[in-house]
């Protein structure tokens, strides 16, 4: 008997952890103790199921439902997945509530609630991502390197649009529909929500987020 768990951490916050463990905290204790980042991982849910589940099946079994999710880094020329996910946690969440729904165990599935210094580290986080960005100037392709003409893909899980490529028009517009939209309008457009969204989180330039560009080029 063990637990899918899924790990959060405000370092990474357009990213969830999920694995597999017979021992959550043990393994959440071993993740901290390892791994240089200026916050702790906490544990947001876990799922408690029957037989030992390995990390390399779970992680294919969530690979199948949509490969874009995974995050991969490239070390010494050879790309490697990771265990980590770009999904919100209440998405990783809807994952395994639906898990728990089919075999008719929504009892052994658990929300945790951050504790008090997690709750700060959260709020910390938050604060200085927003800082950041605040540094951060204005989108635009160029900065990016990418031209007028290419094409940036559209990811957002579960949506009927993703995997649909827009031509750049020029540094701040791509073409949908005959018409320039900013990848903000069109993101929010396509996932028909309301309220502010930020654009350039929901495409990739040639498999790799724009965020994850800018990050990298410091732009």
Known sequence: MGFIYIFTNPSFEEYVKIGYANNVKQRLDELNSS????????????????SALSDKKLHSILDKLNPELRSTEVINGKRRTREFY????????????????????????????????????EELAQ??????????????????????GEQVEFCCNGNVHSGEF???????????????????????????????????RYFKYKGEWLNDIRTRLGK
Not at 36 to 43: W, Y
């Open 86 to 121: 770009a999904m919100t946690p209440e998405d990783a969440f809807s994952i395994l509530e639906a898990i728990a729904e089919i075999n008719n165990y929504k009892n052994r599935l658990k929300k945790w609630k951050a504790t008090t210094e997690e709750q700060r580290s």
């Open 166 to 200: 827009f031509e750049v028009a020029d540094d701040k517009h791509v073409v949908y529909n005959g018409e320039l939209w900013s990848l903000s309008a069109l993101s929010k457009h396509l996932i028909d929500r309301n309220g502010e969204v930020a654009g350039p």
């Open 35 to 50: 791994t240089a980042v200026p916050f702790a991982f906490r544990i947001y849910a876990t799922y408690e199921v029957d």
């Open 127 to 148: 604060k200085i991502s927003e800082q950041h960005k605040e540094k951060l100037s204005a989108f635009a392709f160029s900065k990016c390197g990418i031209e007028v």
